[in-house]
């Protein structure tokens, strides 16, 4: 006996049963295993149509994609270059704020030394001003002393016209300062103007980055979802494919007995009670434990042994004279495709979540393609009410 497939589907994801709600629509609706070739031709086309639809909206997203890329890398240069113009103004606010603190300071020391030397100036003449009275005359009468004034008085006005020479320049210099302590003053206000305006515009482009970066990722989730979807589209186009190839084969089968005398004489793939038996979609649910063997109903030979969407792990058996029997919704394939079987015999086990929420076979019937009720065949069915 070869390897036995595992319904390892059993619980799919979130996105595929979504998906696979769409897909079980179509194949139910549309097409359903077993359909006639003309129908399943016509479903691979709708599907060839939305899958060119997708690729063309993919194409488009990308190139969405690419362009939001570039603008993002654009920002991101920007931010950089204007977080390198900030970082040179915050270098240069505390060393114009340290020359004008310097020169704030030579002013003030120019000044002190300004009024020491306009102090010292006023006392040095309060003191020429401040000789005897009659000390001139006794200068005239004596030479000596005469000639020891003139000395003094020469002394005198040097010593003023040096201090008033001096007092101009610490006064050129101090205005000179005051100056320069002026054009720091603008350099800085003008410095601290375009921090300012580049903090604001730092801000702009780092709220462009964030809205970019969720743009991006909002779109590359979209691509990927729809990637993810174009796959499922392209899959499910496959799976449409082989079963128009299953169809468009003879059936080879020809047991010794034609089917079509079976008629409300073949039994039940798994041992159910009636209640226990509902009609869905094109076919009958029997609702069991999983785990449970189904058997196959009449002798045939396995054409189809697969998972498929909207069906769960799916066995199909030709019992020929066009007759096909449905076996899906199982949790594993005992039989491979290509096998004989006999009535009766094992062929799988009862599964869960692929055609239905509940634990339980979906069985159909076909006759040359096209679904008939299961009810005409099967020995002592009674539909459960719903």
Not at 142 to 164: G, P
Request: proline share 2%.
């Amino acid at each position: 006996m070869g390897k036995i497939i595992n319904n390892s589907f059993s619980s799919p994801t979130k996105s595929s049963i979504r998906f696979g709600l769409t897909l079980t629509a179509l194949l139910v609706s549309t097409m359903s295993l077993g359909q006639t070739v003309t129908e399943t031709q016509q479903s691979i086309h709708q599907l060839d149509h939305k899958i060119h639809v997708l690729q063309t909206h993919l194409s488009h997203t990308h190139d969405q994609q690419d362009k939001l890329h570039k603008e993002l890398l654009e920002t991101e240069r920007l931010i950089k270059e204007n977080t390198t113009k900030l970082a040179l103004i915050q270098q240069q606010l505390p060393l114009k704020q340290a020359d004008i603190a310097r020169l704030k300071q030579e002013i003030a020391d120019l000044d002190q030394e300004f009024k020491r030397l306009q102090q010292a100036l006023v006392l040095q003449i309060t003191a020429r001003y401040k000789r005897p009275a009659n000390q001139p005359l006794g200068w005239v009468l004596n030479h000596q002393q005469r000639a020891h004034a003139d000395k003094l008085l020469a002394y005198y006005q040097y010593v003023i016209r040096a201090s008033e020479h001096t007092l101009d320049h610490l006064k050129h210099t101090q205005t000179t300062l005051s100056t320069q302590q002026e054009h720091l003053q603008q350099e800085l206000a003008s410095l601290s103007q375009m921090q300012a305006q580049w903090q604001s515009q730092q801000q702009q482009l780092q709220q462009h980055q964030q809205q970019h970066k969720t743009l991006l990722h909002a779109l590359t989730h979209h691509i990927q979802t729809e990637e993810k979807t174009l796959t499922t589209y392209q899959r499910n186009r496959d799976n449409l494919s082989r079963i128009l190839h299953t169809l468009n084969q003879q059936s080879v089968i020809q047991t010794r007995h034609s089917m079509t005398k079976m008629k409300r004489k073949l039994p039940l793939p798994v041992i159910v009670e009636a209640e226990h038996i509902q009609k869905l979609n094109q076919g009958i649910m029997l609702y069991g434990t999983e785990g449970s063997s189904v058997h196959a109903v009449y002798p045939g030979k396995v054409v189809f042994c697969e998972w498929l969407n909207g069906y769960g792990l799916l066995m199909i058996i030709d019992h020929g004279w066009g007759l096909m029997t449905l076996y899906a919704n199982n949790h594993t394939l005992i039989k491979h495709k290509g096998d004989t079987v006999n009535q009766g015999e094992i062929i799988a086990t009862v599964g869960h979540g692929g055609v239905s929420n509940q634990t339980g076979l979906y069985f159909e019937v076909r006759k040359q393609g096209k679904a008939i009720s299961p009810m005409d065949w099967l020995s002592k069915v009674r539909l459960a009410k719903k």
